[in-house]
């Protein structure tokens, strides 16, 4: 007999020295994804694991109670809120009791304001990185990078929300599918919301065509998902330039959409992504106002929770700085949002052009994808595809680099490459020590060289982000390697104005004949970062041993 999801999750579960997670996927509240999460919390109790139930929501559900039944409940924790005492998920207890699986209902949950974390999905990782196994639910319309689509299809604007990386990270997905029909028959007998909900939710969000829209779109998600999975790309394909960029202005409309098309984009491609921001002369700090910067900060944030590797260029011509750009990280989409308004008539016959003509125009050997980023004319992009008509000037493929496929940060590094800094440092002082070490081991001997490039890049613009990492990254002419270098920064750097602490810095050093290794480097390196579970343990790291312990493990 075939082995079962159940039975693959069980020996996962007896094998794993690390917290997996399993996550039921579904189309819409009533499908049945906590009844299923119950049913296996039970089975996975007769088979000898210690399950405790950390948080569930039965919503009156007299079927879904009885599931409980027998199993261990950690009691919620209450919080006072504007004089309302509110119930949460005890995370603390969870961790304390250490079982080896909680059963966590409702995954994109808002804690309540002055909890630790903002998000439930936060506390699921906290516990992940304690060893302990989480199965728990989600409905597809709190994916961040459907909020458009979703939008769209319902009329309804999802407040809850989460990365799609916490789905794509899920060590199992399984979809709880049910028929329209059989879900608001469900519905009708009270089996989903109380007596007086039911008339509302029919004649609102539980209509057929809503459902049959996320229905569908629950479909195509994990048909997505699953087809990440299966494709492990080789070599020669990670070498061909199929990188998205998205391009973003500090006061361009509904930045959201454009990154959330560029994260599905991605998805589909199974590439890299970029979040890219050209700072021109006339939108330096000094002088855009502090609602534009707040606006941008907040973008970029999005950028990095969406996956994107985010970048500020400093650059007067926005289209040369894309196009330098997409070709140094073997970029093959760009995508940008329509101009906010067309440029005047008498403008036009002296050839000025907006960034997005001029961008079509000069692009070649790359697909340019134009969404329409309007507010209130079209809430679904609808994207207008230029293709290259020259394929004979695209780029010649780099040069063979080191496969890296497979490998992690600790087969990059060593105690060598490790560096720990307990109080606030300088970032030219944190730079150098970093080329020093990576220069060392890799027994290139221009070490002032390098930093030279170094200091240059981050002139362009810096790859200290404001989401507690840094990317400083140079191509080196005469490097015999790829050489990646750590820094762990656990008191911030002094001069490098983010509203979060850096709390690492990832020097990536590539030979200059393999671009493919920098965007396979940058790639690996920013996945990482967004590793919840693997920074917490590194920012407690006392030694360089220590450090390396924790990547290997």
Not at 107 to 131: C, E, F
Not at 265 to 279: D, E, F, M, S, T
Request: proline content about 5%; overall charge neutral.
């Amino acid at each position: 007999m075939a082995e079962t999801r159940a039975d693959a999750f069980l020996r996962m579960i007896r094998r794993s020295q690390r917290g997996r997670l399993k996550v039921y996927l579904g189309y819409c509240a009533g499908v049945g994804k906590t009844y299923q999460m119950l049913e296996e919390g039970q089975r996975l109790q007769r088979e000898g694991i210690d399950v405790v139930v950390g948080y569930v929501e039965t919503h009156g559900r007299a079927e879904t109670a009885r599931l409980v039944e027998g199993l261990e409940v950690i009691p919620r924790h209450e919080q006072a809120y504007r004089g309302i005492s509110v119930e949460e998920m005890d995370v603390d207890a969870i961790m304390a009791r250490r079982p080896q699986v909680a059963l966590i209902d409702e995954l994109a949950h808002t804690n309540v304001p002055g909890s630790k974390h903002a998000k439930r999905y936060q506390d699921v990782q906290d516990i992940l990185a304690m060893g302990i196994h989480v199965i728990t639910t989600l409905n597809v319309q709190h994916l961040e990078s459907l909020y458009d689509m979703v939008e769209h299809a319902t009329g309804v604007k999802v407040r809850e929300r989460l990365p799609g990386s916490i789905l794509s990270d899920a060590d199992q997905i399984v979809n709880v599918d049910l028929t329209t029909e059989d879900l608001r028959k469900r519905l009708q007998e009270g089996k989903v919301y109380t007596q007086e909900r039911i008339e509302t939710a029919l004649n609102h969000f539980f209509t057929s065509a809503n459902l049959e829209q996320l229905r569908e779109l629950t479909l195509r998600e994990l048909a997505s998902q699953l087809d990440q999975r299966r494709r492990e790309p080789d070599e020669e394909t990670m070498a061909a330039p199929d990188q998205v960029v998205v391009c973003l202005s500090s006061r361009g409309p509904n930045s959201e959409m454009l990154l959330r098309y560029a994260s599905r984009l991605a998805g589909r491609l199974n590439r890299n992504w970029y979040a890219v921001y050209v700072q021109t002369p006339s939108e330096t700090p000094e002088l855009i106002d502090a609602k534009t910067q707040r606006l941008l900060s907040n973008t970029l944030t999005l950028a990095k929770q969406l996956g994107a590797i985010v970048f500020t260029y400093k650059g007067a011509d926005v289209v040369e700085t894309i196009l330098q750009f997409a070709r140094e990280y073997r970029v093959g989409h760009i995508v940008i949002g329509s101009p906010t308004r067309s440029t005047p008539w008498w403008k036009r016959l002296s050839g000025q052009k907006t960034v997005a003509e001029r961008l079509i125009s000069c692009a070649r050997g790359f697909t340019v994808v134009v969404i329409d980023t309007r507010r209130g004319e079209r809430p679904v992009p609808r994207p207008q595809i230029l293709t290259d008509e020259f394929p004979e000037k695209r780029p010649a493929p780099p040069a063979p680099s080191v496969a890296m496929r497979g490998l992690g940060l600790g087969d990059l590094l060593t105690e060598d490459t490790v560096l720990i800094w307990r109080e606030p440092a300088d970032r030219d002082a944190i730079l150098a020590d970093l080329v020093a070490a990576a220069c060392r081991i890799s027994g290139f001997g221009d070490a002032s060289a390098v930093l030279a490039a170094i200091i240059a890049r981050e002139k362009q613009g810096s790859t200290f982000f404001n989401e507690g990492v840094a990317f400083p990254h140079a191509r080196v002419e005469g490097l015999p390697a790829p050489v990646l270098a750590l820094g762990l920064t656990q008191a911030g750097v002094l001069d490098v104005e983010t509203h979060k602490t850096i709390y690492w810095v990832a020097l990536i050093l590539t030979p200059a004949s393999q671009s493919n290794a920098q965007v396979q480097l940058l790639a690996l390196v920013s996945k990482s970062s967004q590793d919840a579970q693997l920074v917490a343990a590194l920012r407690a790291a006392d030694s360089p041993s220590e450090a390396m312990r924790i990547l290997r493990g």
